[in-house]
């Protein structure tokens, strides 16, 4: 059963423009969403997270966007750098599980020069 | 920031044999340590959490003779892989939590074991 999915397991970007990578879940009980960062044979960065009290959070050039009511989140990234592409993993925390995380499949980024 | 070092960050054994990989975190102490499994291409699945000075949580299908856990410090937590298999060959990454409910994890660089 994946409560944390991300459909695309791909995505590809020219340079300068907008990335927008999409997770989506399905136990209402989870409400802290975070984005992580990882290249290959390394572990996963942490990157920005969102409260299921807000709405949007944003870090500079990195936007998370949360619908709760759809239980979709979005990650924005602008503008777009070659130095991005990675896998993005969506992941989720509860009240109930502390700081135990139930992450996505993951989408691999490319940003093209 | 928080720093968790993982060692070692490449294996390759033998089947049969043991191979433990230790998570340490570097500038602060970790209540709470988890240890989680990647396979090409897929998510990160969570295989245990442990607590200083207490038994591991296993999740649900994993064999904890299997995977031995030991976090006998807030600096320092082990996994052993025993009696390996090449179904067991993987990537395993560790990660460490500071506070509460909410903080985001701190992760080791991973180790890739292969078993021949």
């Known amino acids: 059963d994946q409560q944390v999915k991300q459909n695309s397991p791909s995505l590809s970007v020219q340079e300068g423009r907008i990335s927008i990578l999409n997770c989506d879940y399905t136990n209402s009980m989870f409400d802290y969403f975070l984005w992580y960062k990882k290249y290959p044979a390394e572990g996963p960065t942490f990157l920005i997270s969102i409260s299921s009290i807000k709405d949007k959070n944003e870090d500079g050039r990195f936007t998370v966007f949360l619908n709760k009511s759809a239980k979709h989140l979005s990650l924005h990234i602008v503008p777009s750098q070659p130095g991005d592409s990675a896998v993005y993993f969506c992941a989720a925390s509860g009240e109930t599980s502390g700081s135990r995380l139930t992450f996505g499949e993951g989408t691999q980024l490319t940003v093209n020069p | 920031g928080a720093v968790v070092s993982q060692h070692p960050s490449r294996v390759i054994c033998k089947s049969g044999t043991s191979v433990k990989i230790e998570c340490r975190s570097l500038d602060f102490q970790a209540t709470t340590m988890f240890w989680y499994r990647q396979f090409p291409k897929q998510s990160l699945m969570l295989m245990a959490t442990?607590?200083?000075?207490?038994?591991?949580?296993?999740e649900q299908g994993v064999e904890k003779d299997k995977f031995l856990i030991n976090h006998a410090s807030l600096t320092l937590s082990t996994l052993t892989v025993t009696s390996a298999h090449p179904e067991d060959s993987s990537f395993y990454i560790c990660?460490?939590?500071?506070?509460?409910?909410?903080?985001?994890?701190?992760f080791g660089n991973g180790t890739r074991l292969t078993v021949t």
């Open positions: 990660s460490a939590s500071t506070t509460g409910m909410g903080s985001p994890l701190h």
């Open positions: 442990s607590n200083e000075g207490s038994k591991a949580t296993y």
